[in-house]
């Protein structure tokens, strides 16, 4: 981790000692952070409009169908792109969100108070908190399925039955579901620990909350 000292020859304040940052996230993580958070909210929407009728007028002329395959485009490759670039960095985050131990577990108990922004006796965690961890990994996961099926229904669909057209549907849809209530907690936590200038200057105070 590079440690950035924040304006190094200013005295102690009122407010606290000088703010030591650390770099957190590369540039490259955070473009593809943010890449990957404006095709997804592509396809949510687009999605959202192909699937009920009363917003079919959205979905006019085919343009929800396009919108929404470019969306899927940028979110298959995004993670193609990470793992060539940075392969230690994207294995690693792989291996850190499967990986759970006793501070982990302790962390969950502490889930409740975290929820409400209490940090309170928060046991000791690495790089990422359990909640992350467990974020990222259903973001894994659901991000496979979502990929696969939706694969599956641009290009195989021809040779689906429509009971196995549906069973991909259902697949697509639910993992669609989860990963915007995944979503929703992600940027509940980003922003009830003013976590967001983490991976919008890829910095961190060295002395904050590990994450969201
Ligand atoms: C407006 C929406 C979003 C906001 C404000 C947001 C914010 C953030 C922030 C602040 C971090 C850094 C957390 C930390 O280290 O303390 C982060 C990391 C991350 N976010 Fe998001 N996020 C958003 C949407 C998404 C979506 C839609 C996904 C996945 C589908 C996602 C997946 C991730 C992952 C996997 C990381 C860890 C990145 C790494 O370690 O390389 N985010 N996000």
Redesign the pocket.
């Known amino acids: 981790m590079t440690s950035v000292t924040l304006a190094p020859t200013a005295p102690e304040t009122a407010a606290g000692p000088e703010t030591h940052l650390v770099r ?2 590369v540039p490259a ?1 955070q473009v ?3 890449i ?2 404006i095709s ?2 592509l396809l949510l929407l687009t999605g959202v409009a192909l699937l009920f009728p009363p917003l079919s007028f959205l979905a006019k002329g085919g343009t929800s169908g396009v919108i929404h395959r470019i969306g899927a485009i940028a ?1 298959i490759l995004l993670p193609a792109l ?1 793992l060539l670039r940075m392969p230690r ?2 294995l690693e ?1 792989v291996r850190e ?1 499967f990986t759970y131990g006793r501070e982990e577990l302790a962390w969950f108990k502490h889930m409740p108070g975290y929820f409400l922004g209490s940090t309170r006796n928060l046991p000791p965690q690495g ?2 908190n359990a909640g ?1 961890k467990l ?2 990994a259903a ?2 996961l ?2 496979n399925t979502v990929t696969l099926s939706g694969l599956i229904m641009w290009f195989g669909k021809g040779q689906l039955g429509p009971e196995g057209l549906s069973a991909v549907v259902i697949v697509h849809d639910i993992s669609m579901l989860g ?1 915007s209530v ?2 929703i907690g ?2 509940y936590f ?2 009830l ?1 003013g ?6 200057t890829g910095k ?1 105070s060295e002395d ?1 909350p ?3």
């Open positions: 957190r996230y993580q593809i952070h943010w990957g958070v997804f909210f979110f990470y960095k994207a985050l969100s790089r990422l992350q974020h990222h973001t894994f659901m991000f990963l995944a979503m992600h940027v980003t922003f620990y976590a967001l200038s983490g991976m919008v961190v904050a590990n994450g969201t």
